[in-house]
């Protein structure tokens, strides 16, 4: 009897396949989940024609004969359904940003924190599920080609595709928006590798606060960044990061060489509610993203953009749930874009 899922983990280093099946060792008992292991892409490519039935891939970057990102070019040219999630090292966050151009599922940092490789492997095999039913589905419904209309039976085929992948589920979270003040003003002024170098400097600080409190990376924006929290005191976990986040920028010293002008603040938004969780794109491209949509997400953005540089502003809801945790300041009912009604806003100050 096979595991109910497979996954391809490849990384260089030793420890690695020892500490994942110590940590799933009752998934693999239990098979939930087998492990397949390669130290590098070449090898990961021989694992991945010996089992084609692979669900996920977790591919580290820094690898010797083949690299993670050609490995996830490769992937993408034999197979552009099979979902890669990219292992980096937290300073790594240039390859990060390739990694995510090029089509990653997602990413994790290291040293790992299992119980967001556990999330992030959860959320990933869901979407995989997703796309193996679907093409199950397909060639379940070959058979109709006997007694269909072939221009009927592409219709049904891609109505079936469209619908699977386009699944959504309703879940509660905090939406975390930050971004970099005044970034473009410097991407102006400044040499380009200056400006590159600048950016992934706040990345990394972004990064690092959203994943010390249980959160992902949504997505990165142009400047800016949409993380997801989910799960026990998502909201006081989301307002922590968005302190850090701005303790740090704030602290942040001016390069030796590189940027001349100004080092820009932070303004952030921060919303708790219910949110569309679900695949976006396009079926004709056969390219999706997991994501988050919805009025709780457009609305942590609009807070951020009147947030002022230095500033983290929630609504009077959030304000409510989160209580006497945190250090607030009023300001008062804020016209948000696309609200009918100004919204009561706050700013955090502090932890209590």
């Known amino acids: 009897m096979s595991a109910r899922y497979k996954i391809l983990v490849v990384d260089d280093e030793d420890d690695v396949a020892q500490l994942i099946r110590q940590k799933f060792r009752r998934q693999i008992r239990e098979q939930e989940y087998e492990f397949v292991f390669a130290p590098n892409g070449v090898e990961a490519l021989s694992r991945l024609r010996e089992h084609p039935d692979t669900d996920i ?35 790594d966050m240039a390859n990060i940003r390739t990694a995510m151009n090029r089509g990653a599922f997602d990413f994790i940092c290291k040293p790992f924190d299992f119980e967001d490789f556990e999330q992030t492997l959860t959320k990933a095999l869901k979407t995989a599920t997703q796309i193996k039913e679907t093409i199950q589905a397909i060639q379940e419904n070959n058979i109709l080609k006997m007694y269909v209309n072939n221009s009927v039976l592409q219709f049904m085929c891609r109505k079936q595709y469209e619908d699977s992948l386009l699944s959504t589920e309703i879940i509660e979270a905090s939406i975390l928006f930050v971004d970099i003040v005044g970034f473009t003003a410097i991407s102006e002024q400044e040499e380009p590798g200056a400006v590159i170098n600048l950016l992934n400097q706040y990345f990394d600080i972004m990064v690092k606060a959203i994943i010390a409190e ?139």
Do not use: W
């Not at 996830?72 to 099979?82: H, M, Q, R, T």
């Open 57 to 91: 891939v977790f591919s580290d970057i820094n690898m010797p004969q083949m690299d993670g990102l050609t490995l996830l070019e490769k992937i993408g040219e034999a197979n552009p359904l099979l979902k890669t999630v990219i292992i980096s090292a937290y300073g």
């Open 214 to 352: 249980g959160g992902y990376i949504d997505k990165f924006m142009g400047d800016a960044v949409l993380a997801v929290f989910r799960g026990e005191n998502h909201l006081e976990r989301a307002i922590r990061a968005a302190l850090s986040i701005n303790e740090c920028t704030q602290s942040m010293e001016r390069p030796t060489s590189g940027i001349q002008t100004f080092l820009p603040k932070v303004s952030i938004g921060v919303n708790p509610g219910e949110v569309i969780s679900g695949n976006v794109g396009s079926a004709t491209l056969r390219r999706f993203d997991f994501t988050v949509i919805g009025d709780v997400v457009n609305t942590a953005q609009r807070l951020q953009s009147v947030a002022k540089p230095g500033q983290i502003l929630i609504t009077q809801d959030a304000f409510n749930k989160a209580g006497d945790l945190f250090k607030y300041q009023k300001i008062g009912e804020v016209v948000l874009k696309n609200k009918a009604n100004p919204v009561g806003v706050y700013e955090v100050l502090a932890h209590e």
